[in-house]
């Protein structure tokens, strides 16, 4: 199973704001940055993360972003399942649909496959994420200048 690369970056992003001992709230260009990775991007998945109640951004002097409570503790099955949606492993329906749909054992040993792995991930939490040696070397990442 792959992630889309929205999942990666969402899942990055919450790992940064997750890191106990933070000094100051990041911006959405200062976790782009770390996490070297264009801007709109980033904000895009800052914008889902908002609506998924994860992150709270403020405005203004001393804003940025900080993981909720509900982000810190938010399972990480949940919040990959919630950013993947309900697309299946193989795409067996559609423009094109495959002639063996009707009689495929394929598709529910690779849905079960997938349901494994999410469960897998289900009792992780954002904050589990972090801990060391994760947490620390987040921390020490720094914005990539003249890279």
């Given at each position: 199973m792959r992630l889309t690369k929205f999942t990666d970056l969402a899942l990055r992003a919450v790992m940064r704001l997750a890191v106990p001992g933070q000094e100051s709230s990041a911006t959405t260009r200062e976790v782009a940055e770390v996490m070297a990775v264009p801007y709109a991007h980033m904000a895009k998945v800052v914008t889902r993360l908002q609506h998924l109640g994860v992150v709270e951004a403020r405005?203004?002097?001393?804003?940025?972003?900080?993981?909720?409570?509900?982000?810190?503790?938010?399972?990480?099955?949940?919040?990959?399942?919630t950013l993947e949606g309900e697309e299946e492993v193989v795409a067996c329906e559609g423009e094109n649909p495959c002639p063996l749909r009707a009689a495929c054992r394929l598709r529910g040993a690779l849905r079960e496959a997938q349901e494994a792995f999410y469960r897998t991930l289900d009792p992780l939490t954002v904050?589990?994420?972090?801990?060391?040696?994760?947490?620390p070397v987040l921390l020490s990442l720094g914005p990539r200048h003249g890279d």
């Amino acid at each position: 199973m792959r992630l889309t690369k929205f999942t990666d970056l969402a899942l990055r992003a919450v790992m940064r704001l997750a890191v106990p001992g933070q000094e100051s709230s990041a911006t959405t260009r200062e976790v782009a940055e770390v996490m070297a990775v264009p801007y709109a991007h980033m904000a895009k998945v800052v914008t889902r993360l908002q609506h998924l109640g994860v992150v709270e951004a403020r405005r203004g002097r001393g804003g940025g972003l900080a993981l909720t409570e509900t982000g810190r503790r938010a399972s990480v099955g949940w919040l990959v399942r919630t950013l993947e949606g309900e697309e299946e492993v193989v795409a067996c329906e559609g423009e094109n649909p495959c002639p063996l749909r009707a009689a495929c054992r394929l598709r529910g040993a690779l849905r079960e496959a997938q349901e494994a792995f999410y469960r897998t991930l289900d009792p992780l939490t954002v904050a589990d994420l972090v801990e060391s040696p994760t947490g620390p070397v987040l921390l020490s990442l720094g914005p990539r200048h003249g890279d």
